[in-house]
């Protein structure tokens, strides 16, 4: 079993910056790619960001690149999401999640994660 626990969430004007901390725990946490996803109000929960198990290599959402940054500490089980220059269409429920498949290709469909986080609420004012 994993659990996972978000934080950091919040409220935040237009071009501001919040870092949300996902911990986890129960499993080998660092033979697992990460994710993050975003839920908003009356849509379909959508990828944000996605780091592999080394921490080597990221994928974003096109909505998120050059603004977000995924970033992971295996010896704290816990992966993090910077995001910078919000805006009001960034406001979402923010989940964590991990995947225990082991391929090669990126997973980006929440299908192909196992286990998630509660969510955190990210509100963007204009």
């Known amino acids: 079993q994993v659990q996972l626990v978000e934080s950091g969430g919040g409220l935040v004007q237009a071009g501001g910056s919040l870092r949300l901390s996902c911990a986890a725990s129960?499993?080998?946490?660092?033979?697992?790619?990460m994710g993050w996803f975003r839920q908003a109000h009356g849509k379909e929960r959508e990828f944000v960001a996605t780091?592999?198990?080394?921490?080597?290599?990221?994928l974003y959402a096109d909505s998120v690149k050059g603004r977000f940054t995924i970033s992971r500490d295996n010896a704290k089980n816990t992966v993090y999401l910077q995001m910078n220059s919000l805006k009001p269409e960034d406001t979402a429920v923010y989940y964590c999640?991990?995947?225990?498949?082991?391929?090669?290709?990126?997973?980006?469909?929440?299908?192909?994660?196992?286990?998630w986080g509660q969510g955190t609420q990210v509100t963007v004012s204009s």
């Open positions: 129960g499993r080998t946490f660092s033979s697992s790619d």
């Open positions: 780091i592999r198990r080394s921490g080597g290599r990221t």
């Open positions: 999640a991990v995947t225990i498949r082991s391929g090669i290709r990126w997973y980006v469909q929440d299908y192909e994660y196992d286990y």
